[in-house]
């Protein structure tokens, strides 16, 4: 094995001390004026529904031109610590290229938002970035179904950020949110893998963690960020969520970044972390919130199921007449016939 230049190894290194120096907690706490007082209990109960949703995307077939993937999103609904209901979007298939805009997406758009159209067409240039708008797409409809539904005191989760990556989801984003507040339901939304930075580049979530260990802050425990601490943000109009850290179960391994909408009062705030907190004690994976555990596994699409809708899309072009041959020409790959040797 050749190893890689030391001189990269040290480069990524003192990046790392960077973004972990050694009074990070002091350096965060003076910059966002954080004491003990700053970080708010949590009490884990609550009695209302909590539905949370989620989705998932998969490429079936790809070629030099073009690529097929396959999108879908689910709800799953709880109350008193036990699933009430639960729901999916049908499986969507689309082709992603060779144009320069994607041809299916204002159809989908329509379908889903009462006829209406993109304000702005989805480039098909980043083909992961497309699959995502066309998955984000389906899992806004879902929502926005939910928040026409649930009502007063009940909480919507969504996974990720209230944040868009898409100008055409923007409206979207605030009829989900303006039908929330208008019924009276909390939303949140809760990110696995926070990019949020502050100091120029240190990770948020970690420098909260470590203040909260600093001054001996047991969990459960949410932190509300000021809007001027963090590192610049892209598309700030984009963005609809005030940020929050959230320390969900004494035994959390680590809290997570939770955006609520802006201009949430501080109860509302108190009863939905309250809500997180009630849901957050699942062994598997304590500290983050259950409904969206589930909405995950169900959301997910597995290897087979991948393989069973590539055959299925192989079966039809074989009754179209296309050839092994054929096939092959358009979607063979060298790198599978280079991984055999």
């Keep these: 094995m050749i190893p890689v230049d030391p001189q990269d190894v040290a480069g990524v290194l003192g990046w790392m001390e960077h973004i972990r120096p050694s009074d990070l907690a002091e350096r965060f706490a003076a910059d966002g004026g954080f004491d003990a007082s700053s970080f708010r209990p949590c009490i884990p109960e609550f009695s209302g529904h909590v539905s949370a ?27 008193d610590g036990e699933r009430a209901h639960a729901g999916e979007s049908p499986l969507r298939a689309f082709r992603i290229g060779p144009e320069p805009q994607n041809s299916a997406y204002p159809a989908l758009y329509a379908e889903c938002f009462d006829g209406a159209l993109p304000a702005k067409p989805l480039d098909n240039e980043d083909r992961s970035q497309a699959a995502s708008v066309l998955r984000d797409t389906l899992e806004y409809w879902t929502a926005l179904r939910l928040a026409e539904s649930l009502d007063a005191g009940d909480v919507l989760l ?42 120029n580049g ?31 943000v892209r598309h700030r109009e984009w963005d609809f969520g005030a940020t929050y850290v959230g320390c969900l179960h004494p035994r959390a391994r680590h809290p997570f970044k939770v955006d609520l909408p802006v201009g949430t009062f501080p109860d509302e705030a108190v009863r939905t ?22 909405a995950h596994r169900m959301a997910a699409i597995t290897a087979d199921q991948t393989g069973f809708v590539r055959q299925q899309m192989i079966g039809a ?4 007449g296309m050839t092994n041959t054929d096939y092959q020409e358009f979607f063979g790959d060298m790198h599978d016939e280079f991984a055999r040797y």
């Design 53 to 79: 949703v989620d989705g998932s995307n998969a490429t079936v077939l790809t070629s030099g031109s073009f690529s097929v993937a396959i999108v879908r999103a689910v709800e799953s609904t709880y109350i």
């Design 158 to 199: 969504l996974d990720g950020a209230l944040r868009v990556s898409h100008e055409s989801h923007r409206p979207i984003l605030m009829d989900i949110l303006r039908c929330a507040a208008g019924r009276g339901v909390l939303v949140a939304a809760v990110t696995k893998a926070a990019a949020s930075t502050w100091g």
């Design 202 to 232: 240190i990770p948020l979530v970690p420098a909260a963690a470590a203040l909260a260990r600093r001054i001996g802050v047991p969990g459960p425990w949410y932190l509300e960020i000021p809007s001027g601490i963090g590192d610049g």
């Design 273 to 294: 972390f309250s809500a997180l907190a009630a849901y957050a004690d699942d062994g598997r994976v304590t500290g983050y919130p259950f409904p969206l555990f589930d």
């Design 317 to 320: 072009m074989a009754r179209q």
